[in-house]
């Protein structure tokens, strides 16, 4: 049974920084992980994802504003958050799938999700 625990939300200021981790509770390493977020009243949208070549794609709301990371000998996945804004506000949850990224990550192709962990910007 695959577990995904994510921590590292919070509070913070408009213009602020949060950094997101996401430990998985197994070995191996998925073929790609990406982080997804869900603003009340909204869909979920994949905010960035990274695959088994390290290869990136992010959505253009969060282009050069957050980085994704993974560590394989740790199988954790990271999400550095800068210049947060009020529309940042959402509830971040890691996902983990098979093959590679596509430009705007889909949910339907992921297979393993975390509970979720909630980043208000103010």
């Known amino acids: 049974h695959v577990q995904l625990v994510e921590s590292g939300g919070g509070s913070v200021q408009a213009g602020g920084s949060l950094r997101l981790s996401c430990a998985a509770s197994v070995s191996y390493s998925f073929g790609k992980m990406a982080w997804f977020r869900q603003a009340p009243g909204k869909e979920r949208e994949g905010v960035a994802c990274i695959d088994s070549n390290g290869d990136t794609t992010y959505a253009d709301s969060v282009k050069g504003r957050f980085t994704i990371s993974k560590d394989n000998a740790k199988n954790t996945l990271d999400l550095r958050m800068n210049s947060l804004s009020p529309e940042d506000t959402a509830v971040y949850y890691c996902?983990?799938?098979?093959?590679?990224?596509?430009?705007?990550?889909?949910?339907?192709?992921?297979?393993?999700w975390g509970q979720g962990t909630q980043v208000t910007v103010s």
């Open positions: 996902a983990a799938g098979w093959g590679y990224c596509k430009p705007v990550p889909r949910a339907a192709e992921f297979l393993h």
